[in-house]
């Protein structure tokens, strides 16, 4: 940790604890920024974990699937308070991922519910401020998208589950559940990078329950989608900046479940496309900076309506001369 940002951690520490212990806490100027910094991804406008919202006020008093979340003058039958005070390796904690609350900020949000929990009508706390995505879909009329599929509601997951999970534990390659109480798994190997290979990601075959995978920057090629071939759950597949061709993609035929692919700086072509144009979810395909054409890319579009075939032309046409943003982060 450097400097500068231990210095701001100390910053906001004090911030936290600076109105004092006499007046109740403000809830616009204590409660607000903390609920909104650790909460919101999880429980507002984007995402409902636990079917739980925190971003209004009714919303937040009603509460979620073990009913209300705030008490007012009960702190200690309040779920919130509950949930954030538990010991980090308690599953239900909250967060739980990422930093815990301070006891300066758990402190706040006791006092500001034994004050009352006040909440001033109307106050709705937006989501986290988030980069404006590099790639957003254009706002023009089109086929509507292609139906989003459904998740079985009974799943078992295949007896060989537990050893694979284990296995890829120990080779650092973590699989975790997309949410609590939720068969349904999502793993992110970019951070592991060129760590991963095909070779280690063949216990994933397993893990059916798989339903989100990011194996972008890694050393995974075509014949690693032979495993990833047995995931017919799969909903979302990031391969950027891996060597998968089209021969790769021919694997992928199976996968009926997709719904978004993204083979960014890959050497796919028009060709491999065409492997595609079975998978009937399919809503989005991110293809610049490979060779397929805006031609190839048409001919996808004709065969599923409403599918989004990014090619970068929208982005080579907005800026000629600087390359987009994502292109910069990702060519380390
Ligand atoms: C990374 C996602 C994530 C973040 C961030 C997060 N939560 Fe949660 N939360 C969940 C999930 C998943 C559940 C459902 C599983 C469970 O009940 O533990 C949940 C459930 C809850 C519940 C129980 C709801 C009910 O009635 O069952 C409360 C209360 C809660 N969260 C409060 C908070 C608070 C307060 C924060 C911020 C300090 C927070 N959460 C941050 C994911 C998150």
Not at 318 to 324: I, K
Request: hydrophobic letters at 40%.
């Amino acid at each position: 940790m450097n400097r500068s940002r231990v210095r701001y951690l100390i910053a906001i520490t004090a911030a936290s604890v600076s109105w004092g212990a006499s007046a109740a806490p403000d809830f616009q100027k204590d409660v607000l920024p903390i609920l909104q910094k650790s909460c919101i991804e999880c429980h507002g406008p984007d995402k409902q974990k636990g079917k739980l919202r925190l971003d209004s006020k009714e919303a937040t008093f009603k509460g979620g699937k073990d009913g209300p979340t705030v008490k007012p003058n009960d702190p200690a039958g309040s779920e919130l308070i509950k949930r954030v005070s538990l010991p980090a390796n308690n599953d239900d904690r909250m967060p739980p991922e990422g930093d815990p609350l301070t006891e300066a900020q758990i402190a706040v949000l006791k006092e500001w519910i034994a004050s009352g929990a006040n909440w001033p009508d109307g106050v709705v706390i937006s989501g986290p401020a988030k980069p404006e995505p590099v790639v957003a879909r254009p706002a023009k009329v089109g086929p509507p998208p292609p139906p989003l599929p459904e998740l079985p509601k009974e799943f078992k997951p295949s007896a060989g589950e537990a050893g694979a999970l284990a296995t890829l534990a120990k080779a650092g390659l973590e699989v975790r559940p997309v949410a609590q109480n939720v068969p349904w798994r999502e793993a992110n190997f970019r951070l592991a990078g060129t760590n991963v290979t095909d070779a280690s990601i063949a216990p994933l075959k397993e893990v059916t329950s798989l339903i989100e995978l990011n194996l972008g920057n890694t050393r995974v090629t075509d014949a690693g989608l032979v495993t990833i071939a047995q995931l017919g759950y799969l909903q979302n597949l990031q391969a950027p900046l891996t060597a998968i061709t089209d021969a790769g993609l021919a694997q992928l035929k199976g996968l009926s479940n997709l719904v978004t692919l993204n083979l960014y700086g890959t050497p796919v072509t028009d060709a491999g496309l065409e492997h595609l144009k079975g998978l009937k979810h399919l809503r989005a395909v991110y293809v610049w900076q490979t060779k397929v054409t805006p031609e190839g890319a048409a001919k996808l579009t004709a065969a599923l309506p409403g599918i989004y075939v990014n090619t970068g032309a929208e982005l080579a046409a907005l800026s000629t001369n600087t390359p987009p943003a994502e292109k910069k982060e990702e060519k380390k």
